[in-house]
Nanobody, 123 residues
């Protein structure tokens, strides 16, 4: 079975950093686009960042440019989201996702979702 398990969320002060991890099982992370979405209370779920290992494609939303970095470790079959200079607006539940679109924009939809991890940034 395919599973995506997020970890690393928590409470941090504005300006701080967190590293989220997405441990995948049931498939090789290089074969799919692995992304991070987030959903804040009362808002839509938005794509934050994505990586497609085999094609080398990455995506990052404008709102996190220069602050978030996505990477992967194929030996651990895990994708990471390094978040720095966190702002209160980054507060959300962060979901790991997997899909087949090599452009990393999930144009064919999201095939798999993790359960999410809460990130709370205090001002």
């Amino acid at each position: 079975d395919v599973q995506l398990v997020e970890s690393g969320g928590g409470l941090v002060q504005a300006g701080g950093s967190l590293r989220l991890s997405c441990a995948a099982s049931g498939f090789n992370i290089d074969d799919l686009a692995i992304g991070w979405y987030r959903q804040a209370p009362g808002k839509e779920r938005d794509e934050v960042s994505c990586i497609h290992g085999r094609s080398g494609t990455t995506f990052k939303a404008d709102s996190v440019q220069g602050r978030f970095t996505i990477s992967s470790d194929t030996a651990k079959n895990t994708v990471y989201l390094e978040m720095a200079s966190l702002e209160p607006d980054d507060t959300a539940v962060y979901y790991c996702t997997a899909g087949t679109d090599q452009s990393c924009r999930f144009r064919h939809g999201v095939n798999y979702w993790g359960r999410g991890t809460q990130v709370t940034v205090s001002s």
